[in-house]
Nanobody, 124 residues
Framework: QLHIVESGGGLVQPGGSLRLSCAYS????????LGWFRQAPGKEREGVSC????????DYTASVKGRFTISRDNATSTVYLQMDRLTPEDTAVYYC?????????????????WGQGIQVTVSS
């Protein structure tokens, strides 16, 4: 099992950057695929980016490709989401999640363990 805590959210102006961090504890992280998801008001939770257990596979939803970068550090049991060139459409609660071994589509229903979420607001 995993215990997950997100950090790094907040308010940022359009065009700015934020780096979200997610600390995991519990099982060794190298057997888990990890992901970032977000949910905006009135919308369904969506996959933002996922990374495979060995780090050799990464996926991004189309709207963030070229702007967001996911990375993981198994030694410190941390996953990061570097978010650049943020827009108001990126405003949402962002969640970390984990699933043992692999994922197929980077969709919320594939992931078993979830953090509480952290607010990201992009506004001038």
């Amino acid at each position: 099992q995993l215990h997950i805590v997100e950090s790094g959210g907040g308010l940022v102006q359009p065009g700015g950057s934020l780096r979200l961090s997610c600390a995991y504890s519990g099982d060794p992280l190298d057997s888990y695929s990890l992901g970032w998801f977000r949910q905006a008001p009135g919308k369904e939770r969506e996959g933002v980016s996922c990374i495979g257990s060995s780090g050799d596979r990464t996926d991004y939803t189309a709207s963030v490709k070229g702007r967001f970068t996911i990375s993981r550090d198994n030694a410190t049991s941390t996953v990061y989401l570097q978010m650049d060139r943020l827009t108001p459409e990126d405003t949402a609660v962002y969640y970390c999640a984990g699933v043992r071994m692999n994922y197929d589509f980077c969709l919320p229903w594939e992931f078993d363990y979830w953090g509480q979420g952290i607010q990201v607001t992009v506004s001038s």
